[in-house]
């Protein structure tokens, strides 16, 4: 930086005139500090009447059959904004809409107070990344990171300032919808994903330019619903809380993520959205966060049809006291809080704490000062040809290779005739995957349309086979009436059949592109099955039969059990649901442009009958793989199709010389782990080096490995790298059921390193008093 610059950053850095980000300077106000945001804070709320603040504490939203955005949970939003009666709006993304709203609020009502336009902006806004669960397969948090500052960037410039993402629940049954939300079974992992979201969505503070307020969800355990079924209750105990179940909110917490979301179900018998142990105790109190907590949608008014509160007014009343700030669409605030004051069940110092931290937020993202969104910018943001390049790279980072008989992938260029089959294959919806903001057209490239760009010369053909979809309709086609679509007959779906069973004979090589639609995962998208819905694996049995090389790539949004494909089929690479640019990321794998690198954030189950399954479970007396126990069930193994952490490549790496720092180490104290790894192949890739451990006895009974460390590396062929990882308190403590506190253990510990959950090299370490 040439010296004028700086003495001039000297002057106005202090002042607050300037903000430097990490792509430099910008002319706009620095952050304001904590001072400042005080008085600002204050000096609203002593003017506020108490119908203002029930307002602050509510976000207005209500969804209509037609697919539009009415108020009917509260008045109309003109009326409402006018009075001062909504803090923040959900559910638009129209920029003209934006700014029509806010001119209400800011030159209408009485305090001139914006509002907070949130959205759940999830894994893209109009250039879509894999969904997180494919994120997650990338096991590199630098992927994750640009994906949510590059959403951030597209949603600020349409007009939003918050997204309800990143959801950071722990997901260890495959059945559960939303496993395809978050970073998959692992608190380590999950910890790691969530963080980078909060730095990329957020930037480096809260209100730096061309980024969103986050929001961590859904506070907590909401991925443990029993059997898997969405919004049913959750029974886990307090040391699976902080064990599993916590770790990614906590490292979203100490990210700097400025809002959490509250979970729907009741958690261990106590609604999270009205839990003061959760929003007080351990939130607010042990992590010392200090943003703003919303419900999830309806959630307090629903703490009557959940039955747990008498009537809308002991909901609100009970939700605020448990630490709940705002409450989102359902209305039960701004019917009842002003209400509860007068008559003496709340004080009003009790709505104040949760005014003073929606205003704070406000301050500090420069709402006031930037109320408005400037409607022509954002065409220039969405078009960004850089940010289809990242989506791109993101989907090829985030694709596991399953299976690779005989080499069959990568395969050649001189292909000349490939049948792309199956009803994913030319789906543009099912390639960008569940969670689209509203309105979204979804503008994908296909692997259709990614193999076609890839093979210019060649005949590419394809059939997508007989139609899938849900048995049960989801709740979103209510919304959006143009999910909904007629129904294939019996005749058409066997004609169907027949046509990509006939187009599959034309080709010398088959790709099956099959898994699930969209609508498939996510929420209210949980099921019993695993297996390919409809008649894909029957389709898939008939092109295997006939004797070509076939490729399946699996698109979804959870590990689905193929277990039969995984015998049968050569090849089979996991794409996830992987975005816009998903069809060219396909490709790029499938001929080798891209070695794939990606490992699986969760277990794939053989059958949805061994859900829950996940690889970090204690050990039993009777431990399974003994010769009495080989498998905990008598109808087949109980190990998994594929374990967590698993992924192949176009290369081979090997793990040697795994070292300890020290063999024996103090309680507190911490050593290094060293371990070589070497590319064995002939062509560059990617390996996701893998640190687990084990501790053989102590105060409780504790998992058989647990994931500690991870990096993904790229080695040429014949290179090695030496990889070192930490391992000391940090990695070794857990919080124990039997002491009720965090501790660690004097004890024995295994510990493995490699590239899956199932590593061999294996050392020892002593932990002593
Ligand atoms: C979901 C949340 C989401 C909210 C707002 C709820 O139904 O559970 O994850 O953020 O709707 O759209």
């Known amino acids: ?45 002593a003017q506020m009447t108490l119908e203002e603040k ?11 059959q037609a697919g539009g955005i009415a108020f009917g949970e509260i008045p109309p939003p003109e009326e409402a904004l006018r009075k001062g009666g909504a803090g923040s709006v959900l559910w638009v993304n129209d920029t003209k809409r934006f700014n029509a709203l806010q001119k209400i609020a800011v030159e209408e009502s009485r305090l001139k107070i914006p509002i907070l336009f ?53 997901a260890r049954d495959a059945r559960w919808g939303r496993i395809a939300e978050g970073a998959g079974e692992d608190p380590y992992l999950g910890a790691a994903m969530a963080a980078a979201q909060v730095r990329g969505f957020q930037g480096p503070y809260l209100g730096a330019p061309d980024r969103l307020l986050a929001c961590a969800k859904h506070f907590a355990a909401y991925g443990a619903a029993d059997g898997g079924r969405d ?65 999830d949608a309806l959630a307090v008014r629903n703490l009557v049809t959940q039955g747990f509160a008498r009537d809308g007014k002991d909901a609100a009343a009970r939700a605020l006291v448990a630490g709940l700030d705002m409450d989102m669409a359902s209305g039960a605030y701004a019917r009842n809080l002003a209400a509860l004051v007068r008559e003496g ?42 940010h289809r390049v990242q989506a791109r790279r993101a989907a090829q980072r985030s694709m596991v290779l399953l299976r690779n008989e005989k080499k069959l992938l990568p395969l050649p260029q001189s292909l000349t005739s490939v049948a792309v089959i199956g009803p994913l294959a030319d789906s543009k919806a099912a390639t960008e995957g569940s969670w689209m903001v509203f309105g979204h057209v979804p503008a994908a490239v296909t692997v259709l349309e990614g193999v076609q760009a890839r093979l210019k010369n060649a005949r590419v053909t394809h059939a997508p086979g007989p139609e899938i979809r849900r048995e049960v309709p989801s709740f979103f086609e209510d919304f959006m009436p143009e999910l909904k679509k007629p129904e294939q007959t019996k005749e058409q779906a066997d004609a169907a059949f027949q046509q990509a069973l006939e187009t599959a004979r034309g080709g010398d090589l088959v790709i099956a592109v ?83 690198g990606g490992k699986l954030p969760v277990t794939f189950p053989r ?63 911490g050593a290094m782990v060293s371990v070589d790894v070497t590319n064995g192949g ?40 030496t990889l070192t990882f930490p391992l000391g308190p940090e990695e070794l403590r857990y919080w124990s059921t039997s002491q009720k506190r965090w501790l660690q253990d004097a004890a024995a510990f295994d510990v493995w390193v490699g590239g899956d959950s199932t590593a061999a090299l294996h050392a020892e370490l002593s932990v002593v008093p």
């Open 682 to 721: 002939s062509v560059v890739g990617d390996e996701v080096v893998q640190l687990y451990v084990h501790q053989k006895s102590g105060s409780d009974s504790r998992p058989v490995r647990e994931l500690k460390g991870f990096r993904r590396i790229e080695l040429k062929p014949g290179e090695t790298q």
């Open 514 to 596: 099959m898994g699930e639609l969209a609508n498939m995962s996510g929420e209210g998208a949980s099921r019993a099955s695993l297996d390919l819905p409809g008649r894909q694996e029957e389709l898939l049995r008939a092109i295997v039969g006939l004797g070509k090389p076939v490729v399946l790539v699996l698109m979804g949004g959870r590990p689905l059990s193929i277990a039969w494909a995984a015998e049968n089929v050569p090849a089979i690479l996991e794409a996830w649901q992987p975005g816009t640019e998903g069809g060219h990321a396909v490709a790029d794998v499938l001929f080798g442009d891209v070695n794939p």
């Open 607 to 669: 059958n949805a009958g061994h859900a829950p399954l996940y690889y970090a479970r204690n050990l039993t007396h009777q431990p399974e793989g003994s010769r009495r126990y080989r498998s905990r069930y008598w109808d087949g193994p109980t190990t998994p199709l594929y374990p967590f952490g698993f992924g192949l490549s176009y290369t081979t790496f090997s793990y040697s010389n795994l070292k300890l720092g020290a063999p024996e180490l103090k309680v507190g104290a």
């Open 345 to 386: 069940t709340l004080r009003e110092a009790q709505l104040d704490e949760a005014v003073r931290r929606v205003l704070a937020v406000k301050v500090r993202l420069g709402i006031f000062e930037q109320p408005y969104t400037d409607e022509a910018r954002a065409a220039s943001v969405l078009a960004d040809p850089q």
């Open 118 to 170: 949130g959205l759940d902006v999830i894994h893209g806004y109009h250039t879509i990344f894999p969904i997180p669960l494919g994120m997650a397969a990338s096991w590199d948090p630098s992927v994750h990171e640009r994906a949510a500052e590059i959403a951030a960037q597209e949603a600020r410039a349409v007009g939003l300032h918050w997204t309800f993402a990143p959801m950071v629940d722990i």
């Open 54 to 64: 029930a307002g602050q504490l509510t976000q207005a939203g209500q969804l209509t």
């Open 231 to 295: 919004y049913d209750p959750v029974y886990v105990s307090e040391g699976q809380l902080r064990n599993v179940y916590f770790p990614p909110f906590a490292a979203a917490a100490k990210a700097g993520v400025g809002s959490f979301m509250s979970a729907y179900m009741d958690l261990n018998d106590v609604p999270a959205a009205a839990n003061p142990w959760l929003l007080r105790d351990v939130l607010r109190g042990e992590w010392g966060f200090s943003g703003l907590v919303v419900s």
């Open 1 to 45: 930086m040439r010296e004028w610059k700086q003495a001039v950053l000297a002057l106005a850095l202090p002042l607050g005139l300037v903000a430097v980000t990490p792509r430099g300077l910008l002319a706009q106000p620095a952050p304001p500090g904590d001072v400042q945001v005080r008085a600002r804070v204050e000096a609203l709320l």
